[in-house]
């Protein structure tokens, strides 16, 4: 079961919902079925509903969310989430306000989705990964699907009647899609087992066997492709110290829920540990380190107990090697850690 | 026979999915640059042409995923033996690697164990090996103890007790209570029930601080305020209830089954429930024989070598050497110890 299998399937199962639920985005159309081929196959099941667009992601978001006006659902696909800064304007500045100053205008809903961050060697505005752009906005919903968990479940739930945002970004590893889905199976080959937090979209939680009530030497907080990253450099640890993690995987990564940070509480740990694709200034991290400044009086956290890890600020290499370099991995994390304790 | 190798079809990326096979009909022959099949990248499709002329052999199912460089086809000017291709077919099925700790691997050489002795569906760690060396130590213990002294088992099994139990330790109690049983077995002639394995019967006895060299088996039930005198025999499925007092002298024996009740609820359940729990002391002497499944009634006084036959439910009081038996019970006659042995006499 690979994880491009499972985001087609969610798309499929999106648009047989509804005549009115649409996909638009560039090379879309079969045979090609879109740059990384997520909609391979959908637009020969659904002609009326898979709309090719030229290339100008800001004018076909424009379009996607007029399309709402009408009580249309629209998926649309940016082919590379560099591009996200393109359309940053389109969410920021009209999307996300619109609601607000015409009367719940948007009647359907939107979701951009994005294959996101490095690892292929496609250079530096091909690699990148802009979530933080939409940090700290809080009408719009950041996802960010990840290998441990079934996409087109967790489609399935964003697409639900019940799903209420109306503006969602969905991020989808690029390097995850020839992948295949983790599973429980694969999670006990390296000593983790995995529980399922059902809260919004869920929260994927994963310790060492030896951890379960116990207290960790880390607890990590990581999204989408930095499970892998993150597991390896879990995983190391123990091989070669016996560190115990605890890995925190949540699908929604803005507006952080207060689930997620009751959730770091609730644990205990040594060192708390935020991993993301992302540099690490204006991070992910610096967000989940504002909500806990604001609640650590509650608990014994100290500042001096988290870490944030993410990638360098250079410009990201086309050479795969250098790219390796500038971008975090599980090598980075666990020479980061070993030390510490 | 030529061997083909995966192509680069994007850079940067080592591995290629073999999207699909060109079927080509056994023995033709394919013609060179005729699409044999199509590769995928996470970007691209790509179709690759045959280099040659000749008969086509996939190696590969569709839908697998190929190292770029890796032979993936043959291209033989005759046709191949299907046995001939059998062995060459590939299985890219990630084979299973046991995970190991670095210190576990230092304790495993250590103690010279080899690591398949240890099954875990995890990473096995340093305490795994801990936990596997004292087991080990445990079993050789328990060979090595003498089979006469159970108890030692019992102050093993303490030492060793964890507080998770996972099925690896409930296999390795089930072992060592099997190879208990077998020398019970070989030293008494009895295959007994594992609790009596466990736990000594004399051990039992002198922890409920009865008398010298009596025994009690764990299969037994004591209730209340008991007290039983020296070299006496409690079988196993016996009740003792000292609810309301009892008290057994030295050398009598209790038999399999026997339940001997110093209490009684007849009148309360009678009631429904008006009247009390009914107490009334046992007193049972030194030399007698309870035999087995007899019920003795609560407030019952018997004396010394007294018999009691099996089965019987006895309810009155019995003077010295005397025999009863039956349900309802008798005096059947008076216990006779003669030169040459025990007789009853009518």
């Known amino acids: 079961m690979k994880f491009l299998d499972r985001v087609n399937h969610g798309l499929d199962y999106f648009l047989s919902k509804d005549i009115n639920n649409f996909i638009i985005g560039e090379d879309l159309l079969d045979p090609y079925g879109g740059a990384f081929k997520a909609t391979k196959n959908l637009s020969k099941k659904y002609p009326s509903q898979i709309i090719g667009t030229p290339i100008s992601e800001s004018s076909f978001v424009g379009l996607a969310i007029g399309m709402t006006f009408s009580k249309n659902n629209v998926v649309v696909e940016i082919m590379f989430s560099d591009f996200l800064a393109i359309i940053s304007d389109m969410l920021i500045n009209t999307a996300s306000k619109i609601n607000l100053i015409n009367n719940d205008l948007m009647q359907g809903k939107l979701f951009i989705r994005t294959p996101n961050g490095g690892r292929r060697g496609y250079g530096p505005i091909h690699s990148q990964s802009l979530e933080k752009i939409f940090f700290g906005f809080s009408e719009i919903k950041l996802i960010s699907l990840n290998r441990a968990v079934d996409p087109y479940e967790t489609y399935k739930k964003i697409f639900s009647d019940q799903y209420k945002s109306k503006i969602n970004l969905i991020l989808e590893t690029k390097i995850d899609y020839p992948k295949k889905m983790i599973t429980d199976q694969d999670f006990e080959k390296n000593g983790f087992k995995k529980n399922f937090i059902e809260i919004g979209l869920g929260i994927t939680e994963l310790y060492n066997q030896e951890t379960k009530n116990d207290k960790s030497d880390f607890l990590f907080l990581c999204y989408g492709g930095m499970l892998e990253e993150t597991l390896n450099a879990a995983t190391k640890l123990f091989i070669e110290e016996e560190l115990t993690s605890k890995i925190l995987l949540p699908h929604q990564i803005n507006p952080i829920e207060d689930q997620l940070i009751n959730e770091i509480h609730s644990n205990k740990f040594d060192k708390l540990i935020v991993v993301e694709e992302n540099t690490v200034d204006n991070s992910w991290g610096s967000l989940i380190l504002s909500k806990l400044l604001k609640t650590q009086k509650n608990t014994n956290l100290s500042l001096d107990d988290i870490i944030l890890l993410g990638s360098s600020t250079e410009l990201i290499s086309a050479n795969i090697e250098k790219e390796n370099n500038n971008l975090i991995n599980s090598e980075k994390i666990f020479e980061s850690l070993v030390n510490l304790k | ?346």
Request: glycine fraction near 8%; proline fraction near 3%.
């Open chain 2, 1 to 346: 026979m030529k061997e083909i190798k995966v192509p680069s079809i994007t850079a940067n990326e080592d591995v290629v999915k073999l999207s699909e096979k060109i079927i080509i009909k056994k023995d033709t022959l394919i013609k060179k640059d005729e699409v044999i099949c199509i590769l995928e990248s996470s970007k691209t499709s790509f179709e690759f042409l045959s280099p040659d002329e000749g008969y086509v052999h996939y190696l590969y199912n569709e839908g697998d995923e190929l190292k770029i460089g890796e032979t993936f086809l043959l291209i033989s000017e005759k046709q191949l033996d299907d046995k001939f291709l059998t062995g060459l077919i590939k299985d890219n099925k990630p084979s299973y690697e046991q995970k190991i700790s670095k210190k576990a691997k230092f304790l495993l050489t250590k103690h010279n164990i080899d690591i398949n002795k240890i099954k875990k569906n995890g990473i096995i760690n340093s305490q795994d090996v801990l936990a596997y060396v004292e087991n080990k130590n445990f079993t050789k213990k328990i060979f090595q103890s003498n089979p006469e002294n159970y108890s030692d088992l019992e102050t093993v099994m303490k030492k060793n007790y964890k507080k998770t139990v996972d099925m690896k330790d409930i296999e390795n109690l089930k072992d060592q209570l099997s190879y208990s049983q077998k020398k019970y077995q070989e030293k008494w002639n009895r295959f007994i029930p594992p609790f009596d394995v466990l736990f000594d019967r004399w051990k039992n006895a002198e922890n409920y601080g009865f008398g010298n060299n009596s025994n009690i088996s764990s299969m037994s039930y004591v209730i209340g305020d008991v007290k039983i005198g020296k070299n006496c025999f409690i079988g196993p499925f016996t009740i003792l209830d000292g609810s309301g007092g009892l008290e057994i002298g030295d050398n009598t024996s209790v038999a399999a089954g026997v339940h001997i009740y110093s209490h009684d609820t007849i009148s309360r359940s009678l009631s429904g429930g008006k009247f009390p729990i009914s107490h009334s002391k046992v007193i049972i002497g030194s030399n007698c024989f309870i035999g087995p499944s007899a019920v003795v009634t609560l407030g019952v006084k018997i004396g010394n070598s007294c018999f009691i036959g099996a089965n019987s439910v006895l309810t009155f009081d019995l003077n010295d050497k005397q025999a009863a038996s039956g349900n309802p019970c008798e005096i059947i006659g008076t216990v006779e110890i003669g030169k040459n042995g025990v007789t009853i006499k009518k």
